[in-house]
């Protein structure tokens, strides 16, 4: 699975299908189908994903900004006095292959893919508060997380502890070279996988899915605790992060429901509500 970019994507695509699969007991191709036209159809879901790609594409070249202005503060070293051993005695006394490969999976792969599908499961059952929710929950992270990531740079435990090891690298060795360009060593405060899957799983809970809110909680739950198996967080990156998501959610679920649900009516096709158990 961890051996190229190509066989993640396709192992994300597949992950993302399966949960579309047991969340809706729908085929995830009808699923898929049925987002696509109505994206091409309502220009209101177009802004909005194109929006969040926006605010994706800047995170990405965050890494350019903090070379340009050139910021030489680190932090890590009021953290790790404040932290200690924390993470190092994690992977002391739980690391093996099963659990590195494991949570590799989770990190990389369902992370993306709880994403992908949540915005998939919103559209297919007209939860547009949910949908929407979604959208505005991932551009507030991001931008709350930036400035964070410029000004108070944090490095990664593994880079710092020097008896923690970076466990991604036994399961996925290209991982520097295949996913480092998406976020830096040192954009560590807050953690960034922490707060989107709260975020997610929040708004989840709120949906009319108790299904995919199941889901999502317990992915958001071996997510978490992954940041701290595979030596990349601090207890207080993740602390951040949780604050950050309480807020977010909270803030995120009240501006879309704010906006009346006709708004957001599909302009392609009605599709009877359904309902989940």
Known sequence: MFQSSYMIMLSTFLTTFVIVWYTLRTNPFQVLTHFLRDFFANRKVMIHFLAMLAILFFNKIELWVERLIDIKGDFTHVIYQFEGDFVYMIQ?????????????????????????????????????????????????????????FLFFPVLEVWYYHPDVRFLIL????????????????DNCFPSLHTSLSITM??????????????????SAGVIIFSIFYLGIHWLSDMAAGTMMAMFISTVAVRVAESVPAGTYSMQTETIKKQRWM
């Open 201 to 218: 799983a929040a708004i989840a809970m709120r949906s009319n899915n108790p299904r995919f809110a199941r889901i999502a909680t317990i």
């Open 92 to 148: 002391k006394y739980l690391e093996n292959d099963v659990l590195t490969y494991f949570f590799t999976y989770f990190y990389v792969v369902v992370f993306t893919s709880l994403l992908i599908a949540s915005l998939f499961i919103y559209h297919y059952g007209r939860d547009f508060h949910s949908f929407y929710a979604l959208f505005y929950g991932v551009m507030m992270n991001y931008m709350l997380a930036i400035p964070f």
């Open 170 to 185: 036994d399961v996925y060795p290209q991982f520097e070279t295949g996913y480092r360009n998406l976020s830096g060593i």
